[in-house]
């Protein structure tokens, strides 16, 4: 590709890429085959956490539950994965003290 339109040689002077009618057929044909990964990516995830509940805050502890779901996308193929998680979990409970103790959290 020319820096300039005006320009009609590409050995001797700055281009942004130089190539022949050949190397450009060559490049067109590895984009639009159908195993580039740039244009077909092999596998992509998505995570959606939602409906979290917290069941129980004590002193020590804190109790959460929620709904979760992973979505696996294959080339031709997508599959999911629910679930449902429960967590119990010493440290969140500080967290959530501090929380409702300060004005923002």
């Known amino acids: 590709m020319p820096v300039t339109p005006d320009q009609t040689e590409w050995l001797d002077s700055p281009s942004i890429f130089a190539e022949d009618r050949q190397m450009m057929e060559i490049r067109m044909g590895r984009v639009t085959h159908p ?22 805050v004590s002193d020590t502890e804190v109790s959460v539950r929620s709904r979760f779901q992973m979505m696996e ?20 409970a500080t967290i959530l003290r501090s929380c409702s103790s300060a004005s923002t959290c």
Not at 35 to 56: C, D, F, M, R, Y
Not at 73 to 92: E, N, S
């Open 35 to 56: 195993n580039a990964w740039s244009q077909a990516p092999q596998w992509g995830t998505s995570h959606l956490v939602g409906n979290v509940v917290i069941e129980s």
């Open 73 to 92: 996308l294959r080339r031709d193929t997508t599959g999911t994965l629910p679930a449902r998680i429960a967590i119990h979990c010493a440290a969140w």
